[in-house]
């Protein structure tokens, strides 16, 4: 099947600071989802995007998918921003498949 | 527009005993997900639905779990008896396919812990 790479694993931010996250994927793929995974645990979507840019305040995304991979750009960031990043490929048939997350620390 | 609601939220059970999920989907959305998410990994889906009928069940233990969606609406899945490797969030997610859009959204998630 499909296999979802995220980088980076952690990442460790000041408040204020930017980022940008990757999520490569080994197959074409006909969707793109961002989420969001709060302390609480809830999946927040950010973005579908399984192609070209959006934005949306202070994160944007980008995803090009002729050479497999999406990016998204956090910028000015905030300790609410803290939490797991979740890349996710829609495979045929519909199932979605999670790339491991990345691990965001955001410090006053 | 109410999101994806899941019952209980959280679940304590010893191995060996059985255990139900509830889930009620987005108000009009055909599709309907389970997913299992282990500590420190991503989801990965478990059974998922269309209307009444499952579509993709590949990935789910069918000797101890089952799942059930009556009038295409909302959902249950149970498992029977639990094992200690069960102890992780059940998320719930449904989708409103419109040509190639379809986009999941998720519930809040069931976290069993089983001793």
């Known amino acids: 099947g499909i296999q979802v790479e995220q980088s980076p694993p952690d990442l460790i931010l000041q408040e204020g600071a930017n980022s940008t996250l990757r999520c490569n994927f080994s197959?074409?793929?006909?969707?793109l989802q961002w989420f969001h995974q709060n302390p609480w645990g809830q999946l927040i979507n950010l973005f579908y995007?399984?192609?070209g840019t959006k934005q949306n305040g202070r994160l944007s995304a980008t995803t090009v998918a002729t050479e497999r991979y999406s990016l998204l750009y956090i910028s000015s960031s905030q300790t609410t921003d803290s939490g797991v990043y979740f890349c996710a490929v829609e495979e045929y048939g519909n199932k979605l498949v999670f790339g491991a997350g990345t691990i965001l620390r955001v410090k006053s | 527009e109410a999101g994806v609601a899941q019952s209980p939220r959280y679940k304590i059970i010893e191995k060996r005993q059985s255990v139900a999920f509830w889930c009620n989907p987005i108000?009009?959305?055909?599709?309907l997900y389970w997913y299992q998410q282990i500590l420190g990994q991503g989801p990965k889906l478990l059974i998922q639905f269309q209307n009444n009928g499952v579509v993709d069940d590949s990935q789910l233990p069918k000797d101890r779990f089952s799942a059930e969606r009556l009038k295409g609406v909302d959902s249950t899945l149970k498992i029977q008896p639990a094992k200690l490797e069960d102890s992780a969030v059940y998320l719930c997610?449904?989708?409103?396919?419109?040509?190639?859009?379809?986009?999941?959204?998720f519930g809040p998630g069931t976290r069993l812990t089983v001793l």
């Open positions: 197959d074409s793929v006909n969707n």
């Open positions: 108000s009009g959305h055909a599709t």
């Open positions: 997610a449904s989708s409103l396919r419109q040509g190639p859009y379809n986009e999941q959204f």
């Open positions: 995007i399984p192609s």
